[in-house]
């Protein structure tokens, strides 16, 4: 089971891949959308008390080396 924001980082990567191949001033929107869903692990862990800057990588190598969920 996918938890502390990995859905929520997966799902920006996908929708951040997507604006990618998407044409015009949408593409803009799009990725932007992507990055504020990535921004909801990053409030989560600040909230925990967590050190973002240090930890950031930590969130999305795992994700990156498994694949999807």
Known sequence: MAGAGATEIE???EIASYGEKC???AQY???KF???LEQLPRAIAVNAGVKVLLNATVLLIPNTQIGTF
Do not use: N, W
């Open 11 to 13: 799902l920006g990567k």
């Open 23 to 25: 044409p015009g001033l």
């Open 29 to 31: 929107a799009i990725q």
């Open 34 to 36: 992507a990055e504020s």
